[in-house]
């Protein structure tokens, strides 16, 4: 998932990228964070802006009105885009609104409120995102994400086997990883991403998938790849 801060100080803007990070790492979500230093800087041409999910963007009193309009025009230029706006004066709340910003966070309470913030806003990707386009050989086809049981690469194509067909894509297993991590995907084999909601059983150095699929996962990936179901597990338990 890719995630850009913006602030004009170097000391908020390490600090944000220290949380932001760390919540990763608890959470266990791959997160590329890029930053800025100027809210105008967001607005230049760059294809990373567009696979980018959610901007956090800091508002001062000397550049708030240039901070709000930036984040009018990137809403309006990326709707699906989330902007946070982060500021140590409560007063540019209302102000959020009318920018149509996802949520807004103050810089003092960042250790308390960061980590609900970015919750609600993943949780709300998973809600709204169950459903993606994607070009196949055969054409371009919605599938649902649940439906996908796992991507396997066979020589220059990828296929991906669903609950009612597979489709064909000339597309980077490392690229399609990316896309699917964040709904419960693991790179099992450099040439396979499960999805872990059909995983019933690891054992042995073999992944068991409901439906009778097997597939060997390699010795060097076997630990992290039941860590991760573990982790799969524990956050399925807590969404009951």
């Not at 901007?55 to 901070?67: E, Q, R, Y």
């Not at 103050?106 to 993943?122: N, P, R, T, W, Y």
């Not at 066979?154 to 699917?180: C, G, P």
């Amino acid at each position: 998932m890719k995630l850009a801060v913006c602030d004009d100080s170097q000391e908020d803007r390490e600090k944000l990228k220290g949380l932001i990070g760390e919540y990763g790492r608890l959470r266990e979500q791959d997160m590329e964070l890029r930053e800025f230093e100027s809210a105008e800087s967001l607005l230049e041409p760059d294809d990373w802006m567009r696979e980018c999910r959610i901007v956090f963007l800091s508002i001062s009193p000397k550049a708030a009105d240039g901070g709000l309009d930036v984040a009018k025009h990137l809403k309006d230029r990326y709707p699906e885009l989330y902007v946070v706006l982060v500021s140590g004066h409560m007063s540019y709340a209302i102000d959020g609104y009318r920018v149509k910003a996802a949520r807004f966070l103050i810089k003092d309470h960042l250790e308390k409120m960061l980590v609900q913030c970015l919750d609600e806003i993943i949780g709300e990707f998973a809600e709204k995102e169950n459903k993606m386009l994607f070009s196949f050989v055969e054409g371009e086809y919605t599938l649902k994400i649940s439906d996908i049981f796992y991507v396997e690469t066979d020589r220059h194509k990828n296929v991906f086997h669903t609950a009612y067909d597979s489709y064909r894509m000339y597309r980077k297993l490392d690229e399609i990883q990316e896309m699917l991590a964040p709904y419960g995907f693991v790179r099992v084999h450099r040439s396979f991403l499960v999805n872990m909601r059909y995983i019933y059983r690891i054992s042995s150095y073999v992944l068991y998938l409901t439906g009778g699929t097997e597939i060997s996962v390699p010795k060097s990936r076997y630990t992290y790849v039941k860590q991760k179901f573990a982790a799969y597990q524990k956050s399925c338990r807590k969404g009951e």
